[in-house]
């Protein structure tokens, strides 16, 4: 057995790597295009990772998570580490450009997959467990970090994603049955980097265990106690850490605690810790109690904080302070913002003010509460000043929601609405459309720059994107598209562009946060109630419409992906903040059918994404995810056209709800799973219309026409022609204008073809 390495006290789980101002970004995106060499990249990588060491212990911790630093994934790291880089990767030599490889793909090679990390919005890489993966250690990158981390004198800690939740996350190919069927030959792996790792003077390692928070595994509390009962067994090991979050431990936590692991991490943010004290076990262990919220931008309220520490302490040998999770998921510092109004400031905590909480709370912890009594004071302040604030309390949109909502608003049936829209609209058979978005132009581009940096005046803007989409009406009308759409120049991006125009949310101005690679996102801060002071889209659908005489369909983003992509509220339940978004979205849409817009879509493609973790709580989610979308679509006529629009998933889970959403027609990614849903979609009851994207818009390749027809064929296998529309996957903004113009001239001659046969 290990010497048992004196515990620590105040951490946190992991830290953003991207850059304070996306310096990694940058790089790496040069690197990329050969702008930079390898070493350029790795200094820009080394001081970043420096400065990061050297805040956190200048903040006061005494253990500081390293490691956590990545060029592009942590579970890409993983599967670098334990040797699971797949075959058609091997040919590649330099060993960076092979894992970017991995990543990203190139000439020859297809990328790994990428899917989001647990229910965060961060999209993680997912390795691939075939027959001819052999497990061997390659433990470079975590021996370099614990180098360099040795000569800055940093009291390191290594953080690696632990080996259930790197199987469990990973994928079968090849025939190969479950990953997690590998368990005991990938722990012998982690077996030898825990020696090593003691051989080097490393006195605690953190291996992260998310997946113990959920259902993926059925028999997860078994497969810890094997899996660290094996580990904690080595002869030359350094004291183990197990992390867990997102979630609450249950059966896993007495597993986890009757094994020799030294620590055991609990998120007492997204759970209640109920299970802590019914762990005898605990009484031997430090309890690393995360009680600081690592992925939402709130300041702690330290009074409960208190609260919770003592109470874990009864039931363990020590506690440490620690954030619920890495503070990858929220930007670095509140001091990069100087928009933000003193009382919003006060409520708010970004990763370096959280870093701040975790050492306070450890004082307290230590010398008493009465030794962070103006830490507290000021918590409580804020909180108070946060309760009655009154723009977290607008009392006519809650009368107003409690009127609709008791007064049943519903539309008719749904054949009632099919016959007043064809009525309406005479759309043929097989009705082509796109989803939104068309190139994102450098006019475009250039248009923002200019308007930011205020060498053109908001005038100028307008002008510059009514260009743009006479320029898109134009091309749909030549291609002859039968719903045409106006091409969403003015959006930056699907949820900010709602936020900035709504009453409740804060837009940030540095707010930066990995989403995958080098992809960042600046998610808005839904803080208040939320209102619609004026239309939002209304002018710029009407200007489309007025060139055209083919209806233009309304373009609106729909209440869960806006709250699954932004920092939300957390002081009301997340179903009533979502009734307010429905609210304001249903108010656009009122606005649209007065100003004759025929065809309204509510994008939904972030549905899947805020499906809870543990199956019990999925029904009720489901149920308010459904009722905000019927909500925002349910003030128009029968004769107003809704459509809706999911992607980025596996439908499977919500399959069901996809139906209950009842949209008029639904446009839903299919064209890589070769139209599987559409089965899934019958099985569900669904009897609406549905267009499945006829071609994949992840890639640049012009499909054929060939190929769109045979789609269509496919299809029509499932849906009877009346209620097939065809369209693409997704919106076209990633794409370029030569590629979108060949596929949906491609598109619009397959639908004719298979409509005359
Ligand atoms: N209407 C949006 C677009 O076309 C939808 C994007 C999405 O599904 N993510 O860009
Ligand atoms: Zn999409």
Known sequence: MSTTAAPFTATILGSPRIGPNRELKRAVEKYWARRIDRAELETVAATLRRDTWSSLVTAGLDSVPVNTFSYYDQMLDTAVLVGALPPRVAGVADDLDRYFAAARGNDEIAPLEMTKWFDTNYHYIVPEIGPRTTFALNPAKVLGELEEAAAQRVPARPVIVGPITFLALSKPVDDAGAPISRLDELVDVYAELLELSAGKGVTWVQLDEPVLVTDILPNAAELAERAYARLGASTKRPSLFVATYFGELTDALPALARTPVEAIGVDLVAGSGAAVAAVPELAEKLLVAGVVDGRN???????SAIDKLANVLKSAASVAVSTSCSTLHVPYTLDAEDGIDAALRSWLAFGSEKVGEVTTLARGLKDGREAISAEIAASNEAIASRKADPRLNNGEVRTRLAAIRASGATRGPADQRRAAQQDRLKLPALPTTTIGSYPQTTAIRVARADLRSGKIDAAEYERRMKAEIADVITLQEQLGLDVLVHGEPERNDMVQYFAEQLDGFFATQNGWVQSYGSRCVRPPILYG???????????????????????????????????????????????DTADQVALAIRDETVDLQSAGIAIIQVDEPALRELLPLRSKDKEAYLRWAVDAFRLSTSGVADATQIHTHLCYSEFGEVIGAIADLDADVTSIEAARSHMEVLGDLNDAGFANSVGPGVYDIHSPRVPGVDEITASLREALKSVPAERLWVNPDCGLKTRATPEVTASLQHMVTAAAAVRSS
């Open 529 to 575: 109630d939320v209102a619609r002071p004026n239309p939002m889209t209304v002018d710029w659908i009407t200007y489309a419409q007025s060139l055209t005489a083919k209806p233009v369909k309304g373009m609106l983003t729909g209440p869960v992906t806006i709250l699954a992509w932004s920092f939300v509220r957390d002081d009301q339940p997340l179903a």
């Open 297 to 303: 931008i709130w300041r702690t309220d330290l009074e």
